[in-house]
């Protein structure tokens, strides 16, 4: 069974800076890919970042770009989120996702619906 397990979240004045954690675990995640999603109160779900397996690619929401950074450790099973320059519009319930290879298959990273596997989610919350 697989589960996903976040940590790091918590109360941030705005311009400071908190890592979040996910721990993987239930199978191995060779070419899955890895993110990072956030709700807001009243809001949908929106992409924040993901990873590929290698690490070598990274995608960013463009909210996101230069404040925040994803990296992943295989050999632990764990993805990690650094947020720097925090906003208050940052402000949100942080969920890590796992996507599946899907050989041949177009995909939609920043889509939710190409994530199998999610998180119970951690707040951040951004005060101004």
């Known amino acids: 069974q697989v589960q996903l397990v976040e940590s790091g979240g918590g109360l941030v004045q705005a311009g400071g800076s908190l890592r979040l954690s996910c721990a993987a675990s239930?199978?191995?995640?060779?070419?899955?890919?890895l993110g990072w999603f956030r709700q807001a109160p009243g809001k949908e779900r929106e992409f924040v970042s993901a990873?590929?397996?290698?690490?070598?690619?990274?995608f960013y929401a463009d909210s996101v770009k230069g404040r925040f950074a994803i990296s992943r450790d295989n050999a632990k099973n764990m993805i990690y989120l650094q947020m720097n320059s925090l906003k208050p519009e940052d402000t949100a319930v942080y969920y890590c996702?796992?996507?599946?290879?899907?050989?041949?298959?177009?995909?939609?990273?920043?889509?939710?619906?190409?994530?199998?596997?999610w998180g119970q989610g951690t707040q951040v919350t951004v005060s101004s």
């Open positions: 239930g199978r191995t995640f060779t070419d899955y890919i």
């Open positions: 990873i590929t397996w290698s690490g070598l690619s990274t």
């Open positions: 996702a796992a996507s599946p290879p899907r050989p041949g298959l177009r995909r939609n990273l920043k889509s939710s619906y190409d994530y199998s596997y």
